[in-house]
């Protein structure tokens, strides 16, 4: 009885020790992981580093270290099992599980517009979580004018988006950022309105602008500094101090006296 005693208070830091392990699955593209290892007492919290089963030499007594897998003769695409043994009551974390990940090369497979002016497009790769950017070339300058979240599908892999095109010729494009952290870009999306060309009512005035039809617009400063801007038939100037001003508008700019 006294043995059993003696056995079960043996064992009884073995039992406290008890954690489960840390354990990142993938494929060896050449990249190493990195991990943080909190302090435990006078140590540190991982104990052990197998990586397909075997130990590796990593030096762990450390608050970040580096499993090297390049020191592990693994051949490019070959699956990894990495398990990370560490003490109770912490848990070290590995700062980029994704080393790990296949990496799928992002590209856009198609953009076009339709009939109604709507963008139609359809990528491959992974996309992440960052918003694909619809752009136009407007007024000699690629101007935002909206961002489609990649959760707002079509069906997989192919997005849309509804535009308000100025009369004439049209230019989109739509960008996304890769998990490289590099913009990739559609080629660019041409669509012909047949909506007449915008017109204003005069170019001095003294309360607001009055458009023929709702437009796109901004305003800027004869020195470039930028004013307002926004969409609709009217724009409202009788805070503007007077002077002369630059308005972009429809496809065309012109300059306007604030009365």
């Not at 593209?29 to 006078?42: D, E, K, R, T, W």
């Not at 990593?58 to 490019?76: G, M």
């Not at 979580?129 to 101007?143: L, S």
């Not at 997005?159 to 990739?184: A, L, M, Q």
């Amino acid at each position: 009885m006294r043995k059993s005693f003696l056995l079960l208070i043996l064992c009884l830091p073995l039992f406290a020790m008890a954690q489960d392990d840390v354990v990142v699955k993938g494929n060896y593209y050449g990249f190493n992981l990195y991990v943080m290892n909190p302090s435990v007492g006078a140590g540190f919290c991982v104990t052990q580093v197998l990586v397909n089963n075997k130990p590796t030499s990593d030096e762990l007594r450390s608050n970040s270290f580096e499993i090297d897998l390049s020191l592990l003769e693994l051949k490019t695409g070959e699956p990894v099992t990495v398990v990370i043994k560490h003490t109770a009551g912490c848990t070290p974390t590995v700062i980029n599980p994704k080393a790990l990940a296949v990496k799928q090369q992002f590209s856009f497979l198609s953009a076009k517009a339709d009939k109604t002016a709507k963008l139609n497009w359809t990528i491959k790769g992974d996309i992440g979580e960052d918003a694909f950017i619809v752009e136009q070339y407007r007024w000699n300058k690629w101007m935002q004018i909206s961002e489609v979240p990649t959760q707002d599908t079509v069906k997989k892999e192919q997005f849309s988006f509804e535009t308000h095109p100025h009369s004439g010729i049209n230019t989109f494009r739509i960008v996304h950022t890769d998990n490289t952290g590099n913009p990739v870009y559609s080629k660019s999306i041409k669509y012909t309105s047949k909506n007449p060309e915008i017109t204003i009512e005069s170019l001095k005035v003294v309360d607001k602008i009055v458009f023929s039809a709702e437009t796109m617009w901004e305003i800027f400063d004869l020195t470039g500094n930028f004013i307002s801007e926004g969409y609709g038939k009217e724009i409202e100037v009788q805070d503007f101090e007077k002077g002369k001003y630059w308005l972009n508008y429809d496809n065309k700019s012109v300059n306007f006296t604030k009365k």
